[in-house]
C-alpha cells in the first residue's frame, strides 16, 4: 500500500540554510517539500496554503523571531514543529525554550558542512518522528500541571551506596524528564539520565534542570562521582556508562559507534548498569521517544532485579520506546507521566505495589 509522503515545510531566511535543507533531504522520497518561507509572516501563508505536515524553524529571522512565531502557532494552529538553532550558548537556551512552547525536537542549525549523508539522515528521521508526534501530549504536560513534591517528602534520607536511579528518553523526552524531576525530592540516590538530544544542547539542557529541580542536576563528566542528591545528564555525542569502582558508581564516557542511531543511547546505559551489579538496587523508567532504545536494556534490568516503569501510551509524546518495552515485557509498572516521579521515590523505600499496573 501507497503512503503518503510527509509534506515539509522549511522556514528559514537564510537562502543558503534552506538549500542545504532541501538538497540533504532529497534522497528521501517520503519526504516532501512543499514550500519554503523566508520569515514567520510567509510561513503563516505557506501554512494556510499548504497544509504540510511538518516544518523546521529557524529562530534568528527577520520581523518576527521563530520563538515567538513557534508560541502563536501553537496557539492557533498546533502542527508538529522541529527547531533548527544555532549551535551556541544562546541559541541553545531558545531552542530549550521552543521545546517547552511545543517544539516537537530540535537540531542544530545547518551551514555548508551539513551533508544529505550524515545530518540529512538525521533530520529526516526527525520529519517522520515529528509526524508522528502526539501533539496533545507536547501541549498538555505544561509545567504548571505538575508541582514540586519535595515539600512533604521526608527530609535528610539516606541510601546505600548501591542504589541507583536510570531514566532514559528521546522525542519529547526533555520535557518529560523536567516534569519528573521536579515531582522528585532532592534526597534520592544518585540518577544517571540519558535523553537524546543533540551535543550543544545537554549542557544547557542539564543547567536548566538545575535551576527548577530539588536536586543539583548537571551534565555528566568523564569519572563523576554518582552520588545521593545528584542527577548527571548524559552529553551529546558521548554514551553514558555506569561502572562500580572503590565501592562507589561513577561515570564512564565512551564516544563510540552509535547504537539505535544515537550517541547517548539508552541501552548502553541501562546493560552497563547490569554489568556493575546494580541491577537489584535499581529502579529504572523508560520515557517517550520514537524507536527501540532502552527497551532490551530495560528488559536486562528487570532480569538482574531491578524495579523497571515505562511511560503510557496516553502521556507519551511518541509512544516508541515505551511501547517496546512494553511489549518485550520489560516494564513491570506502566504509568501516566504524571506518577512516574512519585513512584520513583516510593520504589527506593517500599516495594511497589502489585505486579503490573496499567493506567486507566
Not at 516544518?55 to 492557533?76: A, Q, S, V, W, Y
Not at 516537537?104 to 549523508?117: C, I, Q, R, T
Not at 511511560?311 to 507519551?316: A, D, G
Not at 501516566?336 to 511497589?352: F, M, Q, T, V, Y
Request: charged share 20%; glycine share 8%; with cysteine.
Amino acid at each position: 500500500m501507497n503512503t503518503k509522503p510527509i509534506r515539509l515545510l522549511v522556514v528559514d531566511d537564510s537562502a543558503l540554510a534552506r538549500k542545504v535543507i532541501i538538497n540533504s533531504l532529497e534522497p528521501y522520497k517520503d519526504i516532501e517539500i512543499v514550500g519554503t518561507a523566508v520569515d514567520p509572516y510567509f510561513a503563516r501563508d505557506k501554512i494556510l496554503e499548504l497544509s504540510p505536515d511538518v516544518i523546521t524553524l529557524d529562530i534568528e529571522m527577520p520581523r518576527m523571531d521563530g520563538l515567538t512565531f513557534l508560541k502563536l502557532l501553537m496557539k492557533h494552529r498546533p502542527m508538529p514543529v522541529i527547531i533548527m538553532s544555532s549551535l551556541t550558548a544562546a541559541g541553545s537556551t531558545k531552542a530549550l525554550e521552543a521545546l517547552q512552547a511545543g517544539a516537537v525536537d530540535v537540531m542544530g542549525k545547518p551551514d555548508g558542512a551539513f551533508s544529505a549523508h550524515s545530518n540529512g539522515e538525521i533530520l529526516a528521521e526527525k520529519v517522520r518522528t515529528a509526524a508522528a508526534a502526539c501533539l496533545r501530549n507536547q501541549t498538555q504536560n505544561s509545567p504548571a500541571s505538575y508541582k514540586p513534591a519535595t515539600a512533604s517528602a521526608p527530609a535528610y534520607r539516606t541510601f546505600a551506596a548501591r542504589r541507583l536511579i536510570l531514566l532514559g528518553a528521546s522525542t519529547g523526552g526533555t520535557e518529560a524528564l523536567k516534569h519528573v524531576l521536579m515531582s522528585m525530592p532532592g534526597d534520592l540516590p544518585g540518577i544517571c539520565i540519558v535523553q537524546h538530544i543533540p551535543a550543544y544542547f545537554s549542557k544547557a539542557f542539564a543547567d536548566r534542570l538545575n535551576t527548577l529541580c530539588a536536586m543539583e542536576v548537571r551534565e555528566a563528566c568523564q569519572g563523576d562521582i554518582i552520588q545521593p542528591g545528584l542527577a548527571l545528564v548524559a552529553p551529546g555525542g558521548h554514551h553514558l556508562l555506569v561502572k562500580w569502582r572503590d565501592s562507589r558508581y561513577v561515570v564512564e564516557l565512551s564516544d563510540g559507534p552509535a547504537v539505535h542511531h544515537q550517541r547517548p543511547a539508552v541501552d548502553i546505559m541501562f546493560d552497563s548498569a547490569v554489568k556493575a551489579g546494580a541491577g537489584p538496587h535499581t529502579v529504572a523508567a523508560l520515557l517517550t521517544g520514537m524507536g527501540s532504545d532502552g527497551a532490551t536494556g530495560l528488559l536486562h534490568l528487570r532480569d538482574a532485579g531491578a524495579r523497571t516503569i515505562a511511560q503510557n501510551e496516553e502521556t507519551c509524546v511518541v509512544y516508541g520506546m515505551p511501547r517496546e518495552a512494553a511489549r518485550l515485557g520489560a516494564a513491570q509498572h506502566i504509568l501516566p507521566l504524571e506518577r512516574i516521579g512519585a513512584a520513583l521515590d516510593r520504589a527506593n523505600s517500599e516495594p511497589l505495589k502489585g505486579n503490573y499496573e496499567q493506567s486507566n
